[in-house]
């Protein structure tokens, strides 16, 4: 009997498999409660003859999706939403039935009066990301109360489900539930993977649903904002249902087991003031009521009509008249992407989640503009300079009064903390995206440029002074130090963050020139501004970003200072610190509060930072000093009794994204700063391009070191240490790549004995080439290499292509010996062709389709000739030398490929590639 029944689950399973489908699919975008993603899940055909798939409401989610399915036959078909539910979790996909050429599209029966207790079922679907997963389990209840997956996300209410006792999970939401005679009498939702359960969403509304969609009808939802849950006789006799009343329900409906009480209220709802939490469900339009079902085939028929509702509340019958709203009007269908963020009106689950009325707007996704004002993600945005945002319309309206970088005023509250106004600044931004209105129309949405307003946001002049805190010395240092403020909305050349502050100093008053370490403006791309005697605030460019070692210049204007007391700080290059020497510490903390301390110098060591895992920003050849003990802080200046400077005090961010400081003498950038200041030219660096170490004497002896240049070093009356410099690594496409190697021992530079980093960058400062005596397997050899000339820049154009931040090889990655052709992928987004394709960061892309892309010009020529929805092979590479081919489809609508590129004016240019796709296409 048993192998009869296999047999026969067996011939089921083949009827209908051909229906199952995998989807795979991208959330483009934040939205309602959710971020956007890539995933897997699965769906089933319920009408072979005009392409429809049913599929989760959570799969689908509310906001913009590109999704395929894939078919038995692995034919994949491009999908569109057809309807998702606003609450219960189903929703439609349709397809074009003539695009599957290779077999006959066949769909499965939806029977949902076929669900009884002890029926044995297969859920059959794309289990955990398989392609097909087959589990069987048997129908346990059909009253189960509706699986609660998140605190602040998607939740269905208002139904029961069924409960079995099987190991479905993850990958098998929208999977039917098949029973014997090959129909669908449930669609999963949700496992518990703990018990062992899964829960299965009853069909009937989903019937209902499919044949309003099938008609070409809108499938209408009322609703009365609130949640009901159903409650044993027990607990509903003990909130005050009479004996006569519960008599009465156990006569009317002898299967019954309880009633229906009032869970969840929506403030300023249509229900709200009228119903309390706890009121017992009687009658809806004087008919007894003990089903979710009962309800819901009401307000679906009655949106924007009255009904009578009869409920106990204590031990008193009241009647209520309520209006019936419309599921569809509180369930968003238009967006704002803006600065990266998104915006749209609060919605139906945001407010049952938090307790708030359903109105107003949202941020979704706080991006950077308003990650800058101190926003996040679920702020409800009230007013901007005073003005109230009720709409989408009305915030378009306001914003578009403030030219970029002004400055506005923002009041909000969060969702979970709806009592109390908060305050923020955030600085208009309209540089660095291109704000859209998107609207879902006919289930296909569709953008507009928002219009920004022309015109440029003026400065003014402000006057100021330093902060004082009564001390000669510090006083006079004060007057030369500010904070420096960075943020970046795009993270490229290995920087390890988007917010940075630290302390500056002013080393041109006239140019406006500030140094800062490269903890604090750790790139070019980004937004810089400066805070003077923590009072006023002035952008800032940034125009130099040193290559090798820790430190960057940014400039201001002078003219937006006025007439102030800040001054140039004046900088000894000549001081050689010795240990135990007593100096000065002066600095800025993150409070902008002045701090000052005497410090004594502990010693003066090669600074070495490990590498991390993912290539980043890190210092190298530099000689630093450390001090016995010194307070913590955002940076400052190390000076002299005198007041002149002699080090900046930096904050070395590690592999491991700590910090730790170290003082920079000035002498090490001696260059930069004095180009900077006596010309108008940007700076040149000069560098062999390899990273040195340093060996004792004794060790170099073994390796092959003359003695002649041994006793040199031990009777020198200017050399401290005795040591010479081997080299750790050599960058790539270098001279020194093609002539040295590593561990090689440098001895010598144009005739000149060589022992520390600073007399190396000395002695190939201003040339062409150098000749270097080395010593490389205990032999010495003289050698001419080629000196790298710098620029202070870094990268300066990025694409974004499908979701894929594309740049440039930056330098440290070249600096692990990498020499990969092709672009480099910094960074990808969630959500994108990139994330739903497997395009990941620390790669390399050398071709599209056949075309080479060694650069990012060839590389942007190959992509703007790509048409959306198209497929392309595009061949990468990895850190360690393996390739590999993705096939990946482009989303032109969602996912548009732009260009950001620096001026010569230290600004950024940003730019869109037409789409030229119709609407129509997606």
């Not at 029944?5 to 067996?10: G, L, Q, R």
């Not at 039935?97 to 599209?105: S, W």
């Not at 931040?805 to 440290?812: A, F």
């Not at 230290?906 to 129509?920: D, E, F």
Request: net charge negative; with cysteine; charged share 25%.
């Amino acid at each position: 009997g048993k192998m009869e029944n296999n047999h026969d689950w067996e011939n089921t399973i083949n009827k209908i498999i051909g229906a199952v489908v995998a989807i795979k699919f991208n959330h483009c975008n934040s939205f309602e409660t959710n971020g956007p993603s890539s995933g897997v899940a699965t769906g089933f055909v319920v009408d072979a003859e005009r392409g429809i798939i049913l599929t989760n409401r959570h799969v689908i989610k509310c906001g913009p999706i590109v999704a395929e399915a894939l078919f038995a036959d692995h034919e994949e078909v491009s999908l569109k939403t057809l309807y998702r539910d606003p609450v219960h979790d189903f929703g439609f996909f349709s397809f074009n039935p003539d695009d599957i050429k290779y077999m006959d599209v066949i769909d499965i029966k939806l029977a949902p009066e076929e669900a009884t207790i002890g029926a044995e079922l297969r859920v059959v679907g794309n289990d955990s990301g398989e392609k097909l997963s087959i589990l069987s389990g048997i129908l346990a209840r059909v009253d189960r109360k509706s699986p609660h997956y998140s605190d602040s996300g998607y939740n269905d209410f208002n139904t029961f489900y069924y409960q079995a006792a099987s190991g479905t999970s993850g990958g098998s939401s929208g999977s039917p539930v098949i029973n014997i005679n090959g129909n669908a009498i449930a669609l999963n939702a949700g496992g518990r993977v703990k018990g062992a359960s899964s829960y299965y969403l009853p069909l009937d509304r989903i019937v209902r649903a499919l044949k309003i969609v099938q008609d070409g009808g809108k499938v209408s939802r009322g609703t009365l904002q609130m949640i009901w849950e159903h409650k044993p006789y027990h607990f509903v006799s003990s909130i005050g249902v009479s004996e006569e009343i519960e008599t009465l329900f156990r006569n009317e409906f002898p299967e019954e087991t309880g009633m229906l009480v009032v869970n969840h209220i929506v403030r300023e709802g249509p229900s709200d003031q009228l119903f309390q939490v706890g009121d017992v469900m009687i009658s809806l339009n004087d008919k007894y009521v003990t089903k979710f079902l009962q309800i819901e085939e009401v307000l679906d028929e009655s949106i924007g009509e009255e009904v009578r509702v009869t409920v106990v509340r204590g031990s008193e019958m009241i009647d209520i008249t309520v209006v019936v709203d419309d599921l569809h009007r509180i369930t968003p269908n238009e967006y704002i992407t803006i600065s990266k963020s998104t915006i749209h009106n609060v919605s139906y689950m945001q407010a049952l989640n938090y307790s708030i009325p359903c109105k107003g707007i949202t941020l979704v996704s706080a991006g950077y503009m308003f990650l800058g004002g101190g926003l996040s993600k679920g702020s409800i945005l009230l007013s901007l300079n005073g003005e109230p945002l009720p709409t989408l319309t009305e915030f378009i309206r306001v914003i578009s009064q403030y030219t970029d970088r002004s400055k506005v005023v923002v009041r909000y509250i969060t969702d979970k903390d709806k009592n109390r106004e908060r305050v923020g600044i955030i600085e208009i931004d309209w540089r660095w995206t291109t704000a859209k209105m998107w609207k879902r129309v006919n289930n296909v949405w569709e953008s507009n440029d928002i219009e920004k307003p022309t015109g440029e946001f003026k400065e003014s002049s402000i006057i100021t002074s330093p902060v004082r805190i009564k001390n000669e010395l510090a006083d006079f240092v004060l007057s030369s130090l500010v904070m420096v403020t960075f943020r970046t909305p795009y993270i490229i050349d290995g920087i390890h963050g988007s917010l940075f502050v630290g302390t500056g100093i002013i080393i041109d008053s006239v140019k406006g020139l500030v140094v800062v370490d490269k903890n604090t403006v750790p790139g070019v791309l980004g937004d810089c501004s400066i805070s003077f005697g923590a009072s006023v605030q002035i952008p800032a460019k940034i125009v130099f970003v040193h290559p090798t070692h820790y430190i960057s210049i940014v400039r201001y204007d002078v003219e937006l200072l006025g007439k102030t007391t800040f001054k140039s700080i004046e900088l000894d290059y000549d001081s050689d610190p010795i240990p135990g020497e007593e100096k000065f510490y002066v600095s800025l903390g993150s409070n902008q509060k002045a701090f000052f301390q005497s410090v004594y110098i502990s010693k003066v060591q090669e600074l070495f930072v490990k590498e991390g895992k993912v290539p980043k920003c890190r210092p190298i050849n530099e000689e630093t000093i450390r001090l016995v003990k010194a307070s913590s802080s955002v940076g400052g200046v190390l000076v002299n009794s005198d007041g002149t400077a002699f080090a900046q005090w930096v904050a070395y961010n590690t592999s491991k994204d700590k910090s730790y400081f170290s003082g920079l003498p000035y002498r090490t950038i001696k260059n930069v700063i004095e180009t900077f200041k006596n010309t108008d030219d940007i700076p040149i660096v000069y560098s062999l391009e390899v990273e040195f170490f340093v060996i004792p004497l004794t060790l170099a002896r073994n390796m092959g070191l003359d003695e002649k240049w041994i006793h040199s070093i031990e009777h020198s009356d200017t050399i401290r240490f005795r040591h010479v410099l081997k080299i750790r690594q050599i960058m790539p496409y270098t001279g020194a790549y093609e002539k040295l190697r590593i561990g090689d021992i440098i001895v010598s530079i144009n005739g000149k004995l060589v022992t520390s980093f600073l007399e190396v960058e000395d002695e190939v400062y201003g040339k062409d080439s150098v000749d270097i005596l080395i010593v490389r397997d205990q032999v010495q050899l003289e050698v001419t290499v080629e000196v790298e000339k710098l620029d202070g820049i870094g990268s300066d154009k990025v694409i974004f292509w499908s979701g894929a931040w594309i740049q440039d090889t930056h330098r440290y990655v070249l600096a692990r010996g990498v020499k990969n052709e092709g672009v480099y992928i910094s960074r990808w987004s969630k959500g994108s062709p990139a994330h739903k394709y497997g395009i990941r960061a620390i790669h390399w892309i050398t071709h599209i389709n056949e075309t080479p892309t060694p650069n990012l010009n060839e590389f942007e020529e190959a992509v703007q000739v790509l048409e959306h929805q198209s497929f392309v092979r595009v061949r990468v590479i990895d850190i360690q030398g393996r390739v590999d081919v993705v096939s990946l489809k482009t989303d032109n609508i969602f996912w548009e490929t732009s260009i950001l590129e620096r001026q010569p004016d230290a600004t950024w240019k940003r730019s869109t590639i037409p789409r030229n796709t119709p609407l129509s296409e997606h």
